[in-house]
């Protein structure tokens, strides 16, 4: 099994830049392709981005391609999501998933308890 556990959500202006950072415990990191989910308000959880176990590829929703950036490092056991361009239609609470093939559903076994991000207009 692993355990993970989001920080750096908050609350910023439309056009600002967040960083979300997803902490790994448990079973070896590298083990596992990680991935970035969101749920807004009233609405299905909805895949984000997703990095496969090395690093080497990645794969992002349209709505967010071009804008945020997935990445892992292993030594520290974390993944990131770098969120430039922020827009309302992002607020939502953003949760790090873990499976052992990458995905670019929701189906993922292992999540941690989300972090809330909200971008005011």
């Known amino acids: 099994q692993v355990q993970l556990v989001e920080s750096g959500g908050g609350l910023v202006q439309a056009g600002n830049s967040l960083r979300l950072s997803c902490a790994a415990s448990g079973r070896t990191f590298s083990s596992y392709a990680m991935g970035w989910l969101r749920q807004a308000p009233g609405k299905e959880r909805e895949f984000v981005a997703a990095?496969?176990?090395?690093?080497?590829?990645?794969w992002y929703a349209d709505s967010v391609k071009g804008r945020f950036t997935i990445s892992r490092d292993s030594a520290k056991n974390t993944v990131y999501l770098q969120m430039n361009s922020l827009k309302p239609e992002d607020t939502a609470v953003y949760y790090c998933?873990?499976?052992?093939?990458?995905?670019?559903?929701?189906?993922?076994?292992?999540w941690g308890q989300g972090t809330q991000v909200t971008v005011s207009s």
């Open positions: 990095i496969s176990r090395s690093g080497g590829s990645t």
């Open positions: 998933a873990a499976r052992v093939t990458p995905t670019t559903t929701t189906e993922y076994p292992y």
